[in-house]
């Protein structure tokens, strides 16, 4: 009878190492979630990021034939926090949020054009790595979605896990679970992506032959580790 209760013991000792064992190999590599934060609203402009000016108006200038000017297009700012503008020349932007800085060009342009109208879209630079076809640094509106950034990295390859994707700043993870985000229509300002960060994704965990023999030959050692106490306990009665 107290053969059979050590027997019972040791095998519920077993079960449970067991247990534990498997938890903590599939949590293995879980990285630290931070709390997700929204982005602060005011826009501004930093060095190294870019703008969009979409402009609207007619070239009213008759010294050139009547053709019209198109000043729309994408700009980067500079080292000093300028842009080059055509007509006006060096502009300073640092400083301004995207409607203060619309509305300051629409002045600048008046005499030139008849009624200017100018919209400004901050575009923020961010990095994106793993298994994508072109992955490396680019410039995107913070008003895009996370299927846009993709395309312009040429898309996921077979093997890419969309579900890991994360946001690290300073090399910190400071969103998970970017595609959840994503998929109820969020943009990438609306979560809290800045310039300067990180989007990452990871291979998917593939689960194939070696991982199904590497999972036999753990339960073989759970055996056998099984049998040794068994007639440990045998050889001590």
């Known amino acids: 009878m107290k053969m059979l209760i050590l027997k019972k013991k040791c095998l519920t000792k077993v079960v449970v190492i067991t247990f534990l064992i498997m938890l903590v190999l599939q949590h293995v590599g879980a990285p630290h979630v931070f709390s997700q934060t929204n982005l602060n609203k005011k826009n501004e402009f930093f060095p190294g990021d870019a703008m969009r000016v979409s402009f609207i108006d007619i070239y009213k200038r008759t010294d050139r034939g009547g053709a019209s000017l198109d000043i729309g297009g994408d700009y980067t700012i500079d080292g000093r926090g300028y842009i080059m503008l055509p007509l006006v020349g060096q502009f300073k932007v640092i400083g301004y949020d995207r409607y203060t800085l619309a509305e300051k060009l629409a002045e600048i342009y008046k005499p030139y054009f008849t009624e200017p109208y100018v919209a400004i879209t901050p575009l923020i630079r961010l990095t994106i790595m793993g298994p994508f076809f072109r992955p490396g640094s680019y410039r995107i509106s913070s008003e895009s979605s996370l299927w846009e950034l993709i395309e312009r990295a040429g898309g996921p390859q077979v093997n890419c896990d969309l579900n890991s994707i994360k946001v690290v700043r300073n090399d910190e993870i400071v969103i998970e ?55 440990w306990e045998k050889y001590k009665n």
């Open 177 to 231: 679970n970017l595609l959840a985000s994503f998929e109820k229509g969020y943009s990438l300002e609306d979560i809290g992506v800045k310039t300067g960060d990180q989007i990452i994704a990871r291979n998917k965990r593939d689960f194939g032959f070696r991982q199904v023999m590497e999972y036999v030959r753990f339960g073989m050692s759970l055996a056998s580790l099984y049998l040794l106490i068994l007639r």
